[in-house]
T-cell receptor, first 114, second 113 residues
Framework: NAGVTQTPKFRILKIGQSMTLQCTQDMNHNYMYWYRQDPGMGLKLIYYSVGAGITDKGEVPNGYNVSRSTTEDFPLRLELAAPSQTSVYFC?????????????FGPGTRLLVL | AQSVTQLDSQVPVFEEAPVELRCNYSSSVSVYLFWYVQYPNQGLQLLLKYLSGSTLVESINGFEAEFNKSQTSFHLRKPSVHISDTAEYFCAVSSNTGNQFYFGTGTSLTVIP
């Protein structure tokens, strides 16, 4: 039981490049989330999904896209990387929604945009 | 909407001393409250949470937090800290109805030998 896994662990992008951050969970959780963590700012919710085929925006969705074709996978897409997207990205999952459920986090992806 | 304020960004404390990490929230609806811990280079892990019932909740490693509705606080305490408690601690809040979740800015706890 691996929990929530994320790849890559670290990536450097040039301005304007695109990439996909991968997230997979093996707990059969319906809910999945993407957060970004900036120094001194805590975590901000980017997008979330309540099940396969259903996604919705969080607090800071601009510049990102997501899809949820399976229960296990929830990739995050950056189309035109900008320096403001330099951050640590965490994927999480839970069996129920955000109201009271425990979230399980992956180890994170560190992204540097130059 | 909800928001969370963690009043201390850094808390240094000597080993075996007590510690309190402060958290205040604002919300116009009933809330659920959480403390998550992040060890260096790892993802967040749930430490404890308050959903309902007893206002004092405890974790398995000696931390406890008390929900105080009148003061809108959910402070985290431990009577005697260990070196292994060095980590970043995040307070978080969600409403009991919505799909929004808000983290505080975090408190870095450093335990000094």
């Amino acid at each position: 039981n691996a929990g929530v896994t994320q790849t890559p662990k670290f990536r450097i992008l040039k301005i304007g490049q695109s990439m996909t951050l991968q997230c997979t969970q093996d707990m059969n959780h319906n809910y999945m989330y993407w957060y970004r963590q900036d120094p001194g700012m805590g975590l901000k919710l980017i997008y979330y999904s309540v099940g396969a085929g259903i996604t919705d925006k969080g607090e800071v969705p601009n510049g990102y896209n997501v899809s949820r074709s399976t229960t296990e996978d929830f990739p995050l897409r950056l189309e035109l990387a900008a320096p403001s997207q330099t951050s640590v990205y965490f994927c999480a999952s839970s069996s129920g929604g955000l109201a009271g459920e425990t979230q399980y986090f992956g180890p994170g992806t560190r992204l540097l945009v130059l | 909407a909800q928001s969370v304020t963690q009043l201390d960004s850094q808390v240094p404390v000597f080993e075996e001393a007590p510690v309190e990490l402060r958290c205040n929230y604002s919300s116009s609806v009933s809330v659920y409250l959480f403390w998550y811990v992040q060890y260096p280079n790892q993802g967040l892990q749930l430490l404890l949470k308050y959903l309902s019932g007893s206002t004092l909740v405890e974790s398995i490693n000696g931390f406890e937090a008390e929900f105080n509705k009148s003061q809108t606080s959910f402070h985290l305490r431990k009577p005697s800290v260990h070196i292994s408690d060095t980590a970043e601690y995040f307070c978080a809040v969600s409403s009991n109805t919505g799909n929004q979740f808000y983290f505080g800015t975090g408190t870095s706890l450093t335990v000094i030998p």
